[in-house]
């Protein structure tokens, strides 16, 4: 069994635009390529969980989510980041369904469908009550990188 880093995407491995889903707007963190490249190369499965309430507000698709974050897997696989899966939750918050997260849902499936060893793995994100609070949560560590800038501007 391998661990796994579970990454957040928007506002941690590309910047957050918000809701982004035009791939001219993709814009690549150096310091997210470096840190998955490092868990990567020590054996860890890197996958991408996210949530994407831009499918059920109506802003995007999610065919336009799919070719979004292809364009995302494409360009970390230039920099020598292979990413074994995607979990999306496409669900509003007043929704309440049980992905959307912090909750657990998502890794949990994630953990059962790719046989990962949940204890050794690790969450990374850019929000400290998302994916700080998943860790705690789950029970493991959390990488939280701080952002500033238009990621924080609400449309
Ligand atoms: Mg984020």
Redesign the pocket.
């Known amino acids: 069994m391998r661990p796994a880093l579970f990454t957040?995407?928007?506002?941690?491995i590309n910047r957050?635009c918000p809701y982004c889903h035009r791939i001219e707007d993709l814009v690549i963190y150096n310091d997210a390529v470096e840190i998955l490249k490092e868990f990567h190369e020590k054996g860890f499965l890197i996958v991408i969980v996210t949530n994407q309430s831009g499918i059920n507000r109506g802003y995007f698709t999610e065919k336009e989510f799919r070719e979004f974050n292809d364009a995302v897997i494409h360009s970390l696989g230039e920099s020598g980041v292979y990413v074994d899966a995607t979990y999306f939750c496409p669900h509003r918050p007043d929704e309440n369904c049980s992905c959307r997260k912090p909750k657990t849902e998502l890794i949990v499936r994630a953990v059962k469908e790719m046989d990962i060893d949940l204890n050794r793995s690790v969450i990374l994100?850019?929000?400290e009550d998302?994916?700080g609070e998943l860790g705690r949560k789950l029970g493991i560590k959390s990488i939280i990188l701080k952002r500033s800038g238009c990621e924080t501007t609400v449309r």
């Open positions: 957040d995407r928007d506002g941690t957050d994100g850019d929000r998302i994916e």
